[in-house]
T-cell receptor
Framework: DTGVSQDPRHKITKRGQNVTFRCDPI?????LYWYRQTLGQGPEFLTY????????KSRLLSDRFSAERPKGSFSTLEIQRTEQGDSAMYLC??????????????FGAGSRLTVL | AQKVTQAQTEISVVEKEDVTLDCVYE???????LFWYKQPPSGELVFLIR??????QNEISGRYSWNFQKSTSSFNFTITASQVVDSAVYFC??????????FGEGTQLTVNP
């Protein structure tokens, strides 16, 4: 297990289509995070899971976005009825947390979404 | 609310020059962590350092050093004798009582040969 894997790396879709991204975290990590990064900006938090429980969602995560982590392992991020403003890099990260300790996130390479 | 400001959008230096990347943060929490991440052209964010709010000791790791000053809410990053491979976007980030990281907008560092 060499790191956080994301698939697909690139996705081009037409406005109105649904897209799904998958993230496989480091296997021993119990937390999984989704961030979004637009060009020239820093990553923005979307949501995170501890095991299979989704513990926090950002206001950025509109009703068209849904994330799941059904068995506490991999996670999916689905965007329904995509809009051009959804074009961004979607980053997944994972961490091992036992107590709150400013945990270090390990990021994947990201899934770049382009909505035409 | 938390905020991280990286005022330098882009910095360009010539190889072997020293360069300092500035980071200023805002938080009302007394317990927090500060981070620096590097994002090379490949896109994957790479962790560089974490400091907690109770440890103001500066840190040096090879050519990298970090200066944490609570009095000015700053956590600056210096690269000594820069190399072309240091070219990347560098992000400063803050974590408080929650789990989310709040990132700055990043500084694009270009090291020219």
């Amino acid at each position: 297990d060499t790191g956080v894997s994301q698939d697909p790396r690139h996705k081009i879709t037409k406005r109105g289509q649904n897209v799904t991204f998958r993230c496989d975290p480091i296997s021993e990590h119990n937390r999984l995070y989704w961030y979004r990064q637009t060009l020239g900006q820093g990553p923005e938090f979307l949501t995170y899971f501890q095991n299979e429980a989704q513990l926090e969602k950002s206001r950025l995560l509109s009703d068209r976005f849904s994330a799941e982590r059904p068995k506490g392992s991999f996670s999916t991020l689905e965007i329904q009825r995509t809009e051009q403003g959804d074009s961004a890099m979607y980053l997944c990260a994972s961490s091992l947390v036992t107590t709150w300790s400013g945990n270090v996130l390990t990021f994947g390479a990201g899934s770049r979404l382009t909505v035409l | 609310a938390q905020k991280v400001t990286q005022a330098q959008t882009e910095i360009s230096v010539v190889e072997k020059e020293d360069v300092t990347l500035d980071c200023v943060y805002e938080t009302r929490d007394t317990t927090y962590y500060l981070f620096w991440y590097k994002q090379p052209p490949s896109g994957e964010l790479v962790f560089l350092i974490r400091r907690n709010s109770f440890d103001e000791q500066n840190e040096i790791s090879g050519r990298y050093s970090w200066n944490f000053q609570k009095s000015t809410s700053s956590f600056n990053f210096t690269i000594t004798a820069s190399q072309v491979v240091d070219s990347a976007v560098y992000f400063c980030a803050l974590a408080t009582s929650g789990s989310r990281l709040t990132f700055g907008e990043g500084t694009q560092l270009t090291v020219n040969p």
